[in-house]
């Protein structure tokens, strides 16, 4: 099929139609087998399956707290959230206990040290 557009080629913006699409393309588009060639319906599907799988990952979370000048720290797996805060925890992993020093040095709460930067982690599809 051809169809004029307003731009082609421009990444990160969709062409779009400049004569409106009617109900016959429309039901063309709609009922359509989506991949051109064998190849990309099997490379699509494990882009899915991948995708699928990422969503399904469990959310970890290292919670870690400085009250009276002690350090406390442990890995936890929230159920859900609820007044946004965690409504329950499916597993806790207690890592630093009040009272604990762990590794010598870790809870050098007097060090010159610039603090560390922390970023977000930002993922691309």
């Not at 169809?3 to 063309?28: F, H, M, R, Y």
């Not at 490379?43 to 707290?65: D, G, I, N, P, V």
């Amino acid at each position: 099929m051809f169809q004029t557009v307003d731009c082609a080629c421009l990444e990160g913006q969709n062409p779009k139609v400049i004569s409106e699409i009617g109900t016959g393309k429309e039901t063309v588009i709609h009922d359509s087998e989506r991949f051109l060639f064998p190849e990309m319906e099997a490379a699509a599907r494990e882009r899915e399956a991948k995708l699928s799988a990422f969503q399904r990952a469990e959310a970890w979370y290292l919670c870690t707290a400085f009250l009276n000048g002690s350090v406390t720290c442990e890995l936890s797996r929230p159920s859900g959230v609820e007044d946004k805060q965690f409504s329950g925890f499916i597993e806790r992993i207690f890592i630093l206990r009040d009272g604990e020093t762990g590794p010598a040095g870790l809870l050098d709460l007097e060090d010159d040290a610039p603090p560390i930067e922390i970023k977000p982690l930002v993922l691309k599809r």
